[in-house]
């Protein structure tokens, strides 16, 4: 990877749904950057807003959500503000998509390969005969054994590990500049997990693809992307290096979701945990959204609410890197964090604010 021009661009991407007793503001303010080949990584629990970035960069959301501010550029070009006809034709050609369940992506009425047949022609100038070799090429390329007998099979004759396959094979099926991964190994089965996130890696770096995997799980994270950002209530809570995310977590939701992990080397009797639950969109605090659940809150955090801001190598929403609000509750924080286990090694350094200039929006400088 170089540090090129990003091929996907959000910039202060705002999606509502109204409703009868008001607006409900699903995804508020989030910015981030893909660049050609690497894969960004976007974690969060249920409810942060991970599926709904993705399904509004790929142009599926449901009615009544909209996209009410902001905007996304794939090569430079805005695709958020196009009509439906021209961003189905972006779709498929320019932005593949792999979904949760690939049983529910695969029509059941007909084989996969009439399937791939019809995603090629649709988007290349190609015959039928020269459609169908692509496609025997592109199940093959994707790990399915007799790739010439099994293209004339149904979605129900595929296990779900080679039914998730054929959706990787769809998605790729006319080399997009951009593939949204929603959950695609969370049906699977571990080994088949394995076998997946490999060959996501392989066929995105050989076709030079920028990748969004959305997913729950740090343990995919951690083998498959370049970067990585946390969701909270909507918003970015972080955004960094996956190593330093990891190792080095700098927001304290963060640091509960790392704690929150069974570690393979260190014996513990109790895993740390995160109180309380996401707030609902109708009842999102003011301030920083995290504040209630957060061991180190200040009482700014129940006014202002943080933007991203540089905490070593990654970006986060916390007042704890603003200099001027940690220097003022530095020894606090300091004991609150400790006392819970969600201290870092880095605490003192970033109270005192230390934290050194990062670029974690934007691929080409975080790595």
Same mark, same amino acid.
């Given at each position: 990877?170089?540090?090129?021009?990003?091929?996907?661009?959000?910039?202060?991407?705002?999606?509502?749904?109204?409703?009868?007793?008001?607006?409900?503001?699903?995804?508020?303010?989030?910015?981030?950057?893909?660049?050609?080949?690497?894969?960004?990584?976007?974690?969060?629990?249920?409810?942060?807003?991970?599926?709904?970035?993705?399904?509004? $960069? $790929?142009?599926?959301?449901?009615?009544?959500?909209?996209?009410?501010?902001?905007?996304?550029?794939?090569?430079?070009?805005?695709?958020?503000?196009?009509p439906?006809?021209?961003?189905?034709r972006?779709?498929?050609?320019?932005?593949?998509?792999?979904?949760?369940?690939?049983?529910?992506?695969?029509?059941?009425?007909?084989?996969?390969g009439?399937?791939?047949?019809?995603?090629?022609?649709?988007?290349?100038?190609?015959?039928?005969?020269?459609?169908?070799?692509r496609?025997?090429?592109?199940?093959k390329?994707?790990?399915?054994?007799?790739?010439e007998?099994?293209?004339?099979?149904?979605?129900?004759?595929?296990?779900?590990?080679?039914?998730?396959?054929?959706?990787?094979?769809?998605?790729?099926?006319?080399?997009?500049?951009?593939?949204?991964?929603?959950?695609?190994?969370?049906?699977?089965?571990?080994?088949?997990?394995?076998?997946? $996130?490999?060959?996501?890696?392989?066929?995105?770096?050989?076709?030079?693809?920028?990748?969004?995997?959305?997913?729950?799980?740090?343990?995919?994270?951690?083998?498959?992307?370049?970067?990585?950002?946390?969701?909270?209530?909507?918003? $970015?809570?972080?955004i960094?290096?996956?190593?330093?995310?990891?190792?080095?977590p700098?927001?304290?939701?963060?640091?509960?979701?790392?704690g929150?992990?069974?570690s393979?080397?260190?014996?513990?009797?109790?895993?740390?945990?995160?109180d309380?639950?996401?707030?609902?969109?109708?009842?999102?605090?003011?301030?920083?959204?995290?504040?209630?659940?957060?061991?180190?809150?200040?009482?700014?955090?129940?006014?202002?609410?943080?933007?991203?801001?540089?905490?070593?190598?990654?970006l986060?929403?916390?007042?704890?890197?603003?200099?001027?609000?940690?220097?003022?509750?530095?020894?606090?924080?300091?004991?609150?964090?400790?006392?819970?286990?969600?201290?870092?090694?880095?605490?003192?350094?970033?109270?005192?604010?230390?934290?050194?200039?990062?670029?974690?929006?934007?691929?080409?400088?975080?790595?």
């Amino acid at each position: 990877m170089n540090d090129a021009r990003p091929l996907l661009e959000v910039r202060n991407l705002r999606v509502e749904f109204p409703t009868r007793r008001g607006v409900l503001t699903a995804i508020d303010d989030v910015s981030f950057d893909i660049a050609p080949g690497e894969v960004l990584g976007v974690v969060g629990e249920s409810g942060a807003g991970k599926s709904l970035t993705g399904a509004a $960069i $790929i142009g599926l959301l449901e009615p009544p959500g909209r996209v009410a501010g902001g905007e996304i550029r794939l090569s430079g070009r805005r695709i958020d503000n196009l009509p439906a006809e021209a961003m189905r034709r972006i779709r498929g050609k320019e932005i593949g998509a792999i979904f949760q369940d690939p049983l529910t992506s695969l029509n059941p009425l007909y084989t996969v390969g009439q399937q791939l047949v019809e995603t090629i022609r649709t988007h290349l100038p190609l015959s039928p005969a020269q459609a169908r070799s692509r496609a025997i090429d592109l199940l093959k390329s994707t790990g399915i054994p007799a790739a010439e007998a099994r293209i004339d099979h149904y979605p129900h004759q595929f296990s779900g590990g080679m039914r998730q396959r054929v959706v990787i094979a769809l998605a790729l099926a006319v080399d997009p500049k951009l593939v949204v991964a929603d959950e695609p190994t969370t049906a699977l089965d571990v080994s088949i997990q394995a076998q997946i $996130i490999s060959l996501l890696k392989k066929l995105c770096r050989e076709h030079g693809t920028a990748v969004m995997l959305v997913t729950h799980d740090m343990g995919v994270i951690a083998e498959t992307a370049d970067r990585v950002a946390v969701m909270y209530a909507g918003r $970015i809570a972080e955004i960094g290096p996956v190593s330093d995310v990891i190792h080095q977590p700098k927001h304290p939701y963060t640091v509960g979701l790392m704690g929150s992990i069974p570690s393979i080397v260190e014996t513990r009797e109790r895993l740390a945990q995160i109180d309380g639950a996401m707030p609902r969109l109708n009842a999102i605090p003011p301030g920083c959204a995290f504040n209630p659940r957060c061991p180190r809150v200040m009482p700014v955090c129940r006014e202002r609410r943080p933007e991203l801001m540089p905490a070593g190598t990654s970006l986060a929403a916390c007042w704890l890197h603003q200099p001027h609000e940690a220097a003022a509750t530095a020894a606090g924080t300091i004991a609150a964090g400790s006392a819970t286990g969600l201290s870092t090694g880095h605490a003192a350094d970033e109270a005192a604010g230390k934290a050194a200039g990062g670029a974690g929006i934007h691929g080409g400088a975080a790595r």
